[in-house]
């Protein structure tokens, strides 16, 4: 697996931000910095946590780019494969969320290099 997308799929430090790897396709209640509310469609990515901030970051479907969303400024959180919403404790879902794949990717990548085997130099 190239390392770019290795590093998409296990946890990693970046400066002051650990960055855990999460998967899903949210709809979002989120409030900008200016108290503007808005709903937003993310295919998310990346779950950042660094000093004083949880950052979610992904691809923003409607405006087709990545973007990052501060977790304390969501409203509500939709998970559009299961319909599941969350009003409160939103960071401690998408923490369990994160969590939950980073221990997914984990263990595929110990399948897939147990399946492999060890390579000659």
Known sequence: MPTEIHDRF??????????????????LVYEDCNGAW?????????????P???????????RDGYRGFRADRIHRLTDRDTG???ERNVLDWL????EATRRARAA??????????PRAA
Do not use: N
């Not at 990693?12 to 709809?27: K, S, Y």
């Not at 595929?108 to 085997?117: C, P």
């Open 10 to 27: 296990v946890e990693r430090q970046d400066g002051a931000w650990r960055v855990l790897p999460i998967e899903g396709r949210f709809e």
């Open 38 to 50: 808005s709903v937003r469609r993310l295919q998310a990515h990346e779950l950042k946590i660094g």
């Open 52 to 62: 004083g901030r949880v950052l979610v970051g992904g691809t923003d479907r409607d």
């Open 84 to 86: 599941e919403q969350v």
């Open 95 to 98: 923490t369990r969320r994160a």
């Open 108 to 117: 595929a990548l110990r399948r897939e290099a147990r399946r492999s085997g």
